[in-house]
C-alpha cells in the first residue's frame, strides 16, 4: 500500500488494482490533485476503509484473483459511504449492469481508460461525495437543534406552512410533529392569538424579522407553553424554487417575567421605604415639637377645666401620630427588635384562643361564622428554631388572620400551617438565598385579590377595605419586618380562588447574642448625684431644640443651644466654657451628628453625647444605642437618658 502525503483537505481516493504497475500509472494521473491511497489487495483495502472515514472515492479493478471489484465495493458499503468507480474491461460489462443496478457503484470506466475522462469523473464522484455528507452533516446539526433545543423551532415555505418543527413548537399548539407539517399558524393556533400573529406576519413581510412578547390567556391549547412567550420571527433566505422561507422561533419567558416583576416591585418597595423615612424624620420632628410644647405648656397652666381635657385631646392625637409614625418606619426599617430563638409551632399554639377571640370580635354578630385551624402537625418536632421578635410575629399572624376573616364574608376556614422549606438558588427580586426556612403559611377561602391588586399589596397606605376600616399598614408592616430578619413574604391568590400567604423565617443554627438589659426608668431629677449639669443642644429644627431646651432648663441645668454642627464646633473652638453633655440630632444639613460629635471630642476628649433621631438609617447612627434616643419624646425619656449617661462610670 502506498499513500500520498498531501493535505487532508485534499479529496482521498482508494485504488485498488491487483497489478502494481496499474496502480502506479493511477497514481501518477491523480496525485497532483488527490490524496491518493493504494493497495493490490482487496481484503487490505476493506481494512483500510474499516480504519479511515475520509474517503471519498474508490477506484477498483473488476478481475481481481482475491475477489471481484463489485464484490468488494459491496462489502465496502458496511464501511464508507465514498463513491465507488469501477474499471472494467468489455467482458466484465455483465457485472458492472449488476452492480450499477445493486447500488454498489456510482460511475464505471473501461481499460483501457482515457486519462482525462478518467480524472474528471474521479472528481465529479469526490464533489458529489462532499456535497453528500456537508448535507448529511446538516441534516444532522439541524436535528439534533430541532430534538434538544428547550425552545419551540419551526421552518416554514413561502406561504407559511411548517416545513420543519420540533415537539416544543408543537406542544405549544397542542398537536404532534407530523399533524402541524404542511399547516400555517393560523391553522393552528387558538383564535384568542390569530390578531397577533396576523400583525406578526404583516411586520415580517415589511422588515423581515419581527420580534415580540405575548401574555396567553389562560385558556390556551398546549401542555408544554408558560403565560409569557417570546416569538422571533426571521425571513431566511430563498428556496431552491427561488421562493423565501422563514424560521419561527417560541420561547418561554414566565420565569424570565416573573424573576423582573419581582425585581421592579423590590425597587419599588425600597424607593418607597426610603420615602417613608424621609417622611417619618420630618413628622417626628414636628410631633416632638407638638408634644414638648404641650407638656411644657401643661406645667405652665391650670390643670383643671377645659383647657386641660383640650391638652389631653391635643396629646392623645399627637401620641397616634407618633404610633402611626412608627408604623411606617417598620415598613422601612423595623427597630426596636427583640430577636431571640423563637419555636414558631410553640408559638402558634400558644396563639389559638387569641385567635378564636379575634375572629369573633372581628365578625360581631349575625354573620356566618369563620373558623380558625392551626395545624402543624405535619412539621410538629421537625422546625429549628429561628431568630426573630416573638411579638412581631405573633402580630403579624393575628393581622393576617384579620384581614382573612375580612376577606370571607360568607364565612369559611383559615388555616394557620408551617413548613420547612429549602432554597437552592438565589431568587432574583427577593429577600431569598440558599438555606433553610421556617414557613408560616395562612391560607383562606375569601374572595381572593386581581392580579392589580396584588401587585400592590405591601404599598403603604394601599387597602381595598372601606373608608374607617383600614389604614393600609398592615401588610406592608408584615413585609418590613419579615424582611428586617432575613425572610421574605409570598402572597398567592386569585380572584373568587382564595389567599395564601407565606412568611418564609431563615433559620439560624446559633441563638443570638442576649440582648443588654433594658434600664429601669429613672425618677426625674437634676442630674447624677442632682447637681446642674452644663448642656450643649445642637438640632436644626427650632421645634425641636426649643422643647429640649424647655425640658433641661425646667430640671434646672444650664443649657447652649445651636442650629447647626458648625456653628457649635466653631463655639468650642473659641472657648466655649465646661459642657457635661451634648445632645445631638443625628441628621442634620451640611455637617451632620456624627460629624460634628468626631470634632466635639477631638477638641475636649471624653465628651459625653446623647444622639436624636427622628429616623435614620444603621449606618447613620452610632455604634450600640444606649446614646440614641428617638423622637418624639417626653420629658420623662430624655431624664431617664440623661441619668443612663451621666451615671454611667
Not at 416544543?168 to 399533524?179: C, H, L, T, V
Not at 408544554?224 to 422561533?249: F, H, K, M, P
Not at 427597630?335 to 430563638?341: C, F, G, M, T, V
Not at 388572620?401 to 437552592?424: E, H
Request: aromatic share 4%; hydrophobic share 45%.
Amino acid at each position: 500500500m502506498t499513500t500520498d502525503p498531501a493535505t487532508q483537505s485534499r479529496p482521498v481516493v482508494l485504488l485498488v488494482d491487483d497489478e502494481a504497475e496499474i496502480l502506479v500509472a493511477l497514481t501518477d494521473l491523480l496525485e497532483d490533485t488527490f490524496t491518493v491511497l493504494s493497495t493490490t489487495s482487496p481484503t487490505e483495502a476493506l481494512d483500510i476503509l474499516a480504519a479511515r472515514n475520509d474517503v471519498d472515492v474508490i477506484v477498483s479493478d473488476q478481475r481481481m484473483p482475491e475477489m471481484g471489484g463489485d464484490v468488494m465495493l459491496a462489502r465496502a458499503r458496511a464501511h464508507s459511504d465514498a463513491q465507488a468507480i469501477l474499471l472494467t474491461g468489455y467482458a466484465d460489462i455483465g457485472a458492472v449492469a449488476a452492480a450499477l443496478n445493486q447500488g454498489r457503484i456510482s460511475f464505471y470506466s473501461h481499460k483501457p481508460w482515457d486519462p482525462d475522462a478518467l480524472r474528471a469523473m474521479i472528481v465529479q464522484a469526490a464533489d458529489y461525495h462532499r456535497l453528500e455528507r456537508e448535507l448529511r452533516t446538516e441534516r444532522m446539526l439541524l436535528h439534533g437543534l430541532l430534538d434538544n433545543l428547550r425552545s419551540g423551532l419551526g421552518f416554514k415555505d413561502a406561504q407559511g406552512r411548517f416545513i420543519r418543527i420540533n415537539q416544543q413548537a408543537a406542544d405549544f399548539y397542542g398537536r404532534d410533529i407530523a399533524s402541524c407539517l404542511g399547516r400555517t399558524e393560523e391553522e393552528l393556533c387558538d383564535a384568542d392569538l390569530l390578531p397577533v400573529i396576523r400583525a406578526a406576519q404583516g411586520r415580517l413581510q415589511a422588515e423581515g424579522r419581527d420580534e415580540e412578547t405575548v401574555e396567553m390567556p389562560a385558556h390556551t391549547r398546549g401542555s408544554a407553553q408558560g403565560r409569557w412567550r417570546e416569538i422571533t420571527r426571521v425571513v431566511l433566505g430563498a428556496l431552491g424554487d427561488g421562493s423565501a422561507c422563514s424560521v419561527v422561533i417560541n420561547r418561554d419567558i414566565t420565569r424570565q417575567q416573573e424573576m423582573a416583576a419581582r425585581l421592579r416591585q423590590a425597587e419599588k418597595m425600597q424607593a418607597l421605604g426610603t420615602l417613608a423615612g424621609g417622611i417619618a424624620h420630618d413628622f417626628n420632628n414636628l410631633l416632638t415639637a407638638v408634644l414638648g410644647s404641650l407638656e411644657l405648656v401643661r406645667d405652665m397652666g391650670d390643670e383643671s377645666g377645659p383647657v386641660t381635657r383640650l391638652l389631653d385631646n391635643a396629646s392623645a392625637a399627637a401620641q397616634r401620630g407618633a404610633s402611626l409614625t412608627r408604623r411606617l418606619l417598620n415598613f422601612s426599617r423595623p427597630r426596636d427588635l427583640s430577636l431571640e430563638p423563637v419555636d414558631v409551632n410553640a408559638l402558634l399554639h400558644g396563639m389559638k384562643d387569641l385567635l378564636a377571640q379575634t375572629v369573633v370580635s372581628r365578625q360581631g354578630k349575625g354573620g356566618t361564622p369563620c373558623t380558625i385551624v392551626v395545624d402543624t402537625a405535619t412539621s410538629d418536632g421537625t422546625l429549628p428554631p429561628v431568630c426573630t421578635d416573638a411579638g412581631q410575629l405573633e402580630l403579624a399572624v393575628l393581622n393576617l388572620c384579620i384581614n382573612a376573616v375580612d376577606a370571607m364574608p360568607d364565612g369559611g376556614v383559615i388555616r394557620v400551617s408551617t413548613a420547612l422549606k429549602r432554597v437552592k438558588e438565589i431568587i432574583a427580586g427577593t429577600n431569598l438565598v440558599p438555606g433553610e426556612y421556617v414557613m408560616v403559611s395562612v391560607t383562606d377561602q375569601g374572595v381572593g385579590m386581581s392580579a392589580e391588586t396584588l401587585a400592590r399589596v405591601f404599598e403603604p397606605f394601599f387597602t381595598t377595605k372601606d373608608v374607617g376600616h383600614g389604614t393600609g399598614l398592615g401588610l406592608s408592616m408584615i413585609y418590613g419586618f419579615i424582611r428586617h430578619v432575613g425572610g421574605e413574604v409570598q402572597v398567592r391568590s386569585q380572584p373568587g380562588e382564595g389567599t395564601r400567604v407565606d412568611l418564609c423565617l431563615p433559620v439560624q443554627a446559633a441563638a443570638p447574642d442576649a440582648a443588654p438589659p433594658a434600664t429601669a426608668p429613672v425618677a426625674a431629677r437634676k442630674g447624677a448625684g442632682g447637681r446642674t449639669l452644663h448642656v450643649m443642644v445642637v438640632d436644626d429644627a427650632p421645634g425641636v431644640r426649643a422643647v429640649t431646651v424647655g425640658f433641661l432648663r425646667a430640671r434646672g441645668h444650664d443649657v447652649v443651644e445651636y442650629a447647626s454642627g458648625a456653628d457649635a464646633v466653631r463655639a468650642m473652638e473659641q472657648g466655649l466654657g465646661p459642657i457635661d453633655l451634648v445632645i445631638m440630632d443625628v441628621m442634620m444639613p451640611g455637617m451632620g451628628g456624627l460629624e460634628t460629635v468626631h470634632h466635639l471630642q477631638a477638641l475636649r476628649p471624653g465628651l459625653r453625647v446623647l444622639y436624636l433621631t427622628g429616623y435614620a438609617n444603621a449606618g447613620a447612627l452610632p455604634a450600640g444605642s444606649a446614646n440614641v434616643m428617638h423622637k418624639p419624646f417626653t420629658r420623662a425619656d430624655l431624664a431617664a437618658h440623661i441619668d443612663r449617661i451621666m451615671n454611667r462610670a
